[in-house]
């Protein structure tokens, strides 16, 4: 299967090949602030679990459950971040001249 950002012959696990890797990542780094929202969201879910739980007369030991719950939340955000950013390169919405930076 070709990349199936640039169609070279030569392809990563990702489907994409070592060049579109190599400028992705040089293009992420304009995006590096996305992970404090991300992180944010889970900061935020595993607080109304870990403070919710014991207001709503539930056991306080569901608070640990609420960590879990936020870890899971941001890691799940986070996938989808990323994957949205990949498609956003890969339509290449952006000028190019973005890239060399
Ligand atoms: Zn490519």
Redesign the pocket.
């Known amino acids: 299967m070709p ?1 199936a ?4 012959d030569e392809v990563t696990a990702t489907g ?2 070592a ?2 890797e190599r400028q992705h990542d040089v293009w992420s780094r304009q995006h590096a602030a996305d992970i404090i929202w991300q992180a944010f969201s889970g900061a935020i879910v595993a607080m109304i679990v870990g403070l919710g739980a014991p207001l709503l007369g539930l056991s306080p030991l569901l608070g640990i459950g609420g960590v879990l719950v936020g870890v899971g939340t941001f890691l799940g955000v986070r996938r989808l971040g990323t994957r949205r950013r990949r498609r956003q390169f890969q339509a290449g919405i952006l000028p190019r001249a973005y890239l060399r930076h």
């Open positions: 990349c950002r640039c169609a070279a994409w090949c060049e579109c």
